[in-house]
């Protein structure tokens, strides 16, 4: 199940926008273990976005979720990552006081095995990416 590695409450900071660092592989291919996301704390969410959220059963556990259709009070969420779970089909509508945020943009660290003129050039031109809404990811992922 992803995670931050940032467990507080960050809808109660000085600033808007924080970072978060995502661990485990339900995001994959948009994010990857270890990529670092700019999330606008307090965002309005829309259908497709990618969203941190408390887990419903542990709220002191944030994870990473695309949001798919607003149902009720709450959000129907679900990982890029069909075989990773840990999502809505798991836990239910995610009531939307859990939402905390909205990522806007990712950031993939530079790892010790780039070392190569190819792989840096790689890096750089992959490195920083904005996190967009992907209407067409929700409606694939409404119809599982």
């Known amino acids: 199940m992803p995670e ?3 467990e507080t409450d960050r809808t109660r900071g000085p600033l808007p926008f924080g970072p978060a660092e995502v661990t485990g592989p339900s995001m994959v291919p948009t994010l990857y273990h270890g990529d670092l996301l700019l999330v606008h704390w307090g965002a309005r969410v829309r259908p497709g976005d990618i969203v941190v959220l408390r887990h ?3 709220q002191d556990l944030l994870v ?3 949001a798919v259709e607003r149902r009720g009070t709450g959000w129907w969420v679900r990982g890029d990552n ?3 779970g ?3 089909t798991d836990y239910g509508v995610v009531p939307e006081e859990f939402v905390l945020g909205r990522a806007r943009l990712r950031y993939r660290p530079l790892t010790a095995v780039q070392r ?3 792989a840096l050039v790689r890096w750089v ?3 920083v990416r904005p996190v967009s809404a992907d209407p067409s ?3 694939r992922l409404r119809a599982r």
């Open 64 to 66: 990473v979720k695309r």
């Open 125 to 127: 031109l992959s490195a």
């Open 116 to 118: 190569s003129p190819f």
């Open 82 to 84: 069909r075989y990773a």
């Open 4 to 6: 931050l590695s940032q």
């Open 86 to 88: 840990g999502d809505s």
């Open 137 to 139: 990811a929700a409606r």
């Open 56 to 58: 419903p059963f542990q």
